[in-house]
């Protein structure tokens, strides 16, 4: 699994961004994938997961109903989708592989610790101006 992010921009308050992470070694049909943020200073943070079917997911409370996350296996090819962001959103944002497994733990806290991820990409920057 060799994953890239792209898509962060530069957006205002109330603005919307599409994150893509591909998967340049086509492998990653059969793992969940994460979607996991960074603020320099400040641990990373778990943003959203879904399974390697697509058929579930699970967001962090600080992004639901403002973020989606859905895939495409034909094209490796994991997006999430920013809406009404804040402030508060901006941050390094990378995708990640779960090697462990490909389903998603609908378990509070779980993906905290990134646990089983591996394959970060490089990550793409978000920021919102106020």
């Known amino acids: 699994v060799q994953l890239q992010a792209s898509g962060g921009g530069v957006v205002q308050t109330g603005g919307s961004l599409r994150l893509s992470c591909v998967d340049s070694?086509?492998?990653?049909?059969?793992?969940?994938i994460g979607w996991f943020r960074q603020v320099p200073g400040k641990e990373r943070e778990f943003v959203a997961v879904?399974?390697?079917?697509?058929?579930?997911?699970d967001l962090a409370d600080s992004v639901a109903g403002r973020f989606t996350i859905s895939r495409d296996n034909t094209n490796y090819t994991v997006h999430l989708q920013m809406s009404n962001l804040k402030p508060e959103d901006t941050a390094l944002y990378y995708c990640?592989?779960?090697?462990?497994?490909?389903?998603?733990?609908?378990?509070?806290?779980?993906?905290?610790?990134?646990?089983?991820?591996?394959?970060w990409g490089q990550g793409t920057q978000v920021t919102v101006s106020s």
């Open positions: 990640a592989a779960d090697t462990t497994k490909g389903y998603v733990v609908a378990r509070r806290g779980y993906y905290d610790t990134a646990t089983g991820f591996h394959s």
């Open positions: 070694g086509r492998t990653f049909s059969r793992k969940a």
């Open positions: 879904i399974s390697w079917n697509g058929l579930s997911f």
